[in-house]
């Protein structure tokens, strides 16, 4: 009687456990649905890695192993009813924990797993596979689950229970929520999954597009969701070397913000640089258009008609002059009565030759907050020049361009007064601004300013530093003959004969065609009394018809 007890209580508990296991099974079969396959595309179009992924949010975004995209130029998905898809942008990514969130293009109501919603650890997990038909779906115990981030879990799993075709798959709990994705370090290693909660704390801003870890991908960064964060990634964009990247920033940022006018904006000078004014025209109206700010759109429209008005860029589109800059300008200043309107307004009359209107509107200018900077001092200088004012009304705006602010602030000021001063012939003047401006830009100022220091330094005999002032300015460019033949005239004129000798050697190597350095180079050998040879040297920057060369032979052949 015992042994036929035992049968249908072996039966039953069979029974209850398969259909537990059924029952369990059941609720993670759908999550099946949500895995894809991930294949990374190096530049030349071979395939770069192949792994697995998983849709975790309803506009495509999903997770996968990082390092596959790591090196990638570009990814597609197979979802599991067969259709591909590019991956579009990346959300962010974990080089520590090899683990990466990205959005898929072009996918709506994707079949996204739910993230699960406590902190305990599973005990029990299911590797879902991926496949057309039937996925495989694989009941595991971790081998130990240990905490990171104070909350997160990692699991790491026997290695002997998990397959190649498992990577990347996603782990689930028996609701069916996503635990992580299962992983393996690239470089070998025992199989674990890192909490995917983690790829939640990713967070965007405009720097992004510089993030270290996410340039390591040739697939682009997302825009952020805030406008102000996206507008800073949009102009970082922009100064990089990838226009069609670009194109696609400046697509997505007018979709997600279409009553911005950064977009719209980026875009015209897209076709501004290319001189596609009437495409850029289209872009402008529908900035004025569709904006939120249309006093900014009106100044934006106003800033590109007047630079192609002013640089003469096509003198075809006629639709394009100062006065409908002008007109733009006044639209905006209506719209919104800023004094950054005055000042543009100001600064097309004088492209205009209307220099008293133009000057009356930046003196008033300088009553209000943009009096703090030293342009607009600067541009009323710039009308009393053309208006024939005395020089001391010129010198005394110059003044005020220059001590409005402090620092490096005041550094073009300081330059346009010492190159006024210098134009008047007032050397030691324009010396202290020109030492003053080489300090405030740290002595670090370009090539043409260390030469016309030179020049001024000359002048009042300051040779020494004159000598080092042209050095400089050759270090800075070392393919401009002008400032070789400069510093060798000058060395002759110190009796730094050899040097002026060296310097005209030095610099015929890179232009053996400039006539000055012969006629340097030959008196320099004369006076060192190499005459045969200086004579020979002359007689080169004769065959290039410089008119001096026949008197310095002369007097040499005496």
Known sequence: MKRLSLTPIFILVFIVQAALSFAQTSQVKKAAQSVFTLTTFNADGSIHATTHGVFCGNNGEAIAMW???????????IDAKGKQYDVDAMLGASELYDVCRFRVKDIQNAPALSLATTDAAAQTVYAVGYDLKKAEIKRLSPVRTEQFMTSYNYYVFNDIDVSASMLGCPIVNEAGQLLGIMQRPEAGGEAFSADARLTTTFKLNGLSINDATLKATGIRTALPQEEDQATVMLVLAGQQNDSIKYETYINDFINRFPTSTEGYNARATRFFSKRQFNKADEILQQEVKHSTKKDIAYSNYATMVYQAAVYQLDSTFTKWNLDKALELSQQAEKLNPLSIYKHQQAQILYAQGKYQKALDLFTALQATDLGKNGEIYYEAAQCKLQLKSPEAEVMQLLDQAVHVQNGLASAPYVLARGRMYDANKDYRKAFSDYMTYDSLMNYNANDEFYYIKYLCETKIRQYKLALNDIAHAIVLNRTEPTYYAEMASLQLRVNQ??????????????????????????????????????????????????????GLIKKYSK
């Open 497 to 550: 004969v050899d040097d002026a000798i060296k310097t005209c050697d030095a610099a015929l190597q890179i232009a053996p065609g400039y006539a000055d350095l012969y006629i340097i180079k030959g008196i320099a050998l004369c006076e060192s009394k190499k005459r045969e040879d200086g004579i020979a040297t002359l007689r080169k920057a004769q065959e290039l018809n410089d008119p001096r060369a026949e």
């Open 67 to 77: 390092h596959p995209l790591k090196g990638a130029s570009r990814a597609v998905i």
